[in-house]
């Protein structure tokens, strides 16, 4: 079956995760990526929290499937001529390297337009252009910090904290992935290529954007009805931690089920969503609830939210989680199990689904890894083990001409 991105080559200058998400996911679909790395050492994840000794990191192998690897020294002036080559040929560069790494490489955004004014040239970098912290090399925590998450996630007698998803790397890598099928789609109709760039602030702040809408009804008012601070607690003036409370307006927490004190994972999600408030009465035996003006509006209920909350738990005292939801959902009420990486990663709708993957791997044997959480008509995105450093390197470099004679000159002056 061919894949939409087919025919479209990717120079894959990218490392650690925000951008190899962003190449790996163009790869899954079709893109024809190639992972520059260093030559000997390659991209630093291929090392990083090994399990397996000489053997690639999961780290690396989960984030560039679907990849060539052309190992390729960029510093020497051979590894340049080389480089040259490939940015005449190709569609997009993606590079997430620290600010000005690029530049200092010969190859500034000048630069790459006049070797290919075609071509896409997208980067990651932990604050935009012109931000009075531009200068600063991130990693996820310190995007989690900057763009609004950390002040505004765990709870409020506790520090800042950090998500466990990857807000910062392979959410700006999903940003940038967007970037460059738009100007793929402009350059259709210009001819043109551009500079496309996603600051990891930026986007970690995209999906924070209800936390600066509660700022804003926090000035103008002085209370956030939905938060566990309201009525009984106080309100600064910055927006709190809300503990496990909804993002939205539907008050939820995460409710104890059978066997918690034991599982730290014996939990469900509760919401209680509006509407869904006779159902959830009916659900819980307390059909006196749903006509009591003290529970029936959601402005009556939430000065005892965590009084309703409690008597969910005591219901939920005899029913493991998987249970609960079996029976909540039949009375359409929003929840779910608190799931471990373990339930997951054995979970058979998830693997039908392709959404997890067991992938063969030359040095590894199998692994597992995330596929693609897009699903389409007419495609399933096959996903392919990661690839040995350097790989691919005779492969890609007889694609541009090079002979066997010009390949083993480039080995000796360790430019490849
Ligand atoms: N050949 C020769 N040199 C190469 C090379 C190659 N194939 N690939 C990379 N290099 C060089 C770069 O040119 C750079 O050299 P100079 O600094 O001497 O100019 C050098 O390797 C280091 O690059 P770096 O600054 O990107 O690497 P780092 O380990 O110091 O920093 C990181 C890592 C992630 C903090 C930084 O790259 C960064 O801030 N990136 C932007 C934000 C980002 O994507 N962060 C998310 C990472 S995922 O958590």
Same mark, same amino acid.
């Given at each position: 079956?061919?894949?939409?991105?087919?025919?479209?080559?990717? +120079?894959?200058?990218?490392?650690?995760?925000?951008?190899?998400?962003?190449?790996?996911?163009?790869?899954?679909?079709?893109?024809?990526? +190639?992972?520059?790395?260093?030559?000997?050492?390659?991209?630093?994840?291929?090392?990083?929290?090994?399990?397996?000794?000489?053997?690639?990191?999961?780290?690396?192998?989960?984030?560039?499937?679907?990849?060539?690897?052309?190992?390729?020294?960029?510093?020497?002036?051979? $590894?340049?001529?080389?480089?040259?080559?490939?940015?005449?040929?190709? %569609?997009?560069?993606?590079?997430?390297?620290?600010?000005?790494?690029?530049?200092?490489?010969?190859?500034?955004?000048?630069?790459?337009?006049?070797?290919?004014?075609?071509?896409?040239?997208?980067?990651?970098?932990?604050?935009? %252009?012109?931000?009075?912290?531009? %200068?600063?090399?991130?990693?996820?925590?310190?995007?989690?910090?900057?763009?609004?998450?950390?002040?505004?996630?765990?709870?409020?007698?506790?520090?800042?904290?950090?998500?466990?998803?990857?807000?910062?790397?392979?959410?700006?890598?999903?940003?940038?992935?967007?970037? /460059?099928?738009?100007?793929?789609?402009?350059?259709?109709?210009?001819?043109?290529?551009?500079?496309?760039?996603?600051?990891?602030?930026?986007?970690?702040?995209?999906?924070?954007?209800?936390?600066?809408?509660?700022?804003?009804?926090?000035?103008?008012?002085?209370?956030?009805? =939905?938060?566990?601070?309201?009525?009984?607690?106080?309100?600064?003036?910055?927006?709190?931690?809300?503990?496990?409370?909804? $993002?939205?307006?539907?008050?939820?927490?995460?409710?104890?089920?059978?066997?918690?004190?034991?599982?730290?994972?014996?939990? /469900?999600?509760?919401?209680?969503?509006?509407?869904?408030?006779?159902?959830?009465?009916?659900?819980?035996?307390?059909?006196?609830?749903?006509?009591?003006?003290?529970?029936?509006?959601?402005?009556?209920?939430?000065?005892? /939210?965590?009084?309703?909350?409690?008597? +969910? =738990?005591?219901?939920?005292? %005899?029913?493991?989680?998987?249970?609960?939801?079996?029976?909540?959902?039949?009375?359409?009420?929003?929840?779910?199990?608190?799931?471990?990486?373990?339930?997951?990663?054995?979970?058979?709708?998830?693997?039908?689904?392709?959404?997890?993957?067991?992938?063969?791997?030359?040095?590894?044997?199998?692994?597992?890894?995330?596929?693609?959480? /897009?699903?389409?008509?007419?495609?399933?995105?096959?996903?392919?083990?990661?690839?040995?450093?350097?790989?691919?390197?005779?492969?890609?470099?007889?694609?541009?001409?090079?002979?066997?004679?010009?390949?083993?000159?480039?080995?000796?002056?360790?430019?490849?």
């Amino acid at each position: 079956m061919s894949k939409p991105l087919e025919g479209i080559k990717i +120079i894959d200058f990218t490392h650690v995760q925000a951008g190899p998400a962003c190449t790996q996911l163009l790869a899954w679909f079709g893109a024809d990526v +190639i992972k520059v790395e260093r030559p000997g050492s390659g991209d630093v994840t291929r090392n990083q929290l090994r399990d397996i000794p000489d053997a690639d990191a999961l780290y690396f192998t989960m984030l560039n499937s679907n990849k060539k690897s052309l190992t390729l020294d960029t510093k020497k002036p051979e $590894g340049k001529e080389v480089l040259e080559k490939l940015i005449r040929e190709s %569609d997009v560069l993606v590079e997430n390297f620290g600010p000005g790494a690029l530049d200092r490489m010969g190859f500034s955004w000048e630069r790459l337009n006049e070797l290919n004014p075609k071509m896409i040239v997208a980067s990651v970098k932990g604050f935009s %252009d012109g931000h009075h912290y531009d %200068d600063l090399k991130v990693y996820e925590n310190v995007a989690q910090c900057a763009g609004g998450a950390a002040s505004t996630t765990g709870f409020w007698d506790g520090p800042p904290t950090i998500s466990a998803a990857a807000l910062g790397d392979s959410n700006t890598g999903m940003h940038l992935a967007i970037g /460059i099928l738009t100007a793929l789609l402009g350059r259709d109709k210009t001819g043109k290529g551009q500079k496309v760039a996603v600051s990891m602030q930026d986007s970690v702040l995209n999906l924070c954007r209800v936390k600066l809408r509660d700022q804003q009804r926090l000035e103008r008012v002085g209370y956030l009805e =939905e938060y566990p601070q309201y009525p009984h607690g106080e309100f600064s003036d910055v927006v709190p931690r809300g503990g496990n409370a909804g $993002g939205g307006g539907q008050p939820g927490w995460v409710l104890k089920c059978k066997g918690w004190e034991t599982d730290p994972n014996a939990y /469900i999600y509760f919401t209680i969503q509006g509407h869904a408030w006779e159902p959830i009465c009916k659900a819980l035996g307390k059909p006196e609830w749903i006509d009591d003006p003290a529970y029936k509006t959601a402005e009556a209920r939430q000065p005892h /939210i965590f009084e309703i909350f409690k008597t +969910i =738990e005591a219901w939920l005292a %005899d029913k493991t989680k998987f249970e609960a939801v079996d029976i909540l959902r039949k009375f359409d009420i929003p929840c779910a199990p608190v799931l471990t990486m373990k339930e997951l990663a054995n979970d058979p709708s998830l693997r039908a689904s392709g959404t997890i993957v067991e992938v063969p791997h030359k040095k590894r044997g199998s692994y597992l890894t995330v596929g693609s959480p /897009i699903k389409f008509s007419d495609m399933k995105p096959e996903v392919t083990a990661s690839p040995l450093l350097g790989e691919h390197t005779d492969e890609v470099l007889a694609s541009l001409g090079y002979s066997q004679q010009d390949i083993f000159n480039l080995r000796e002056v360790k430019a490849v």
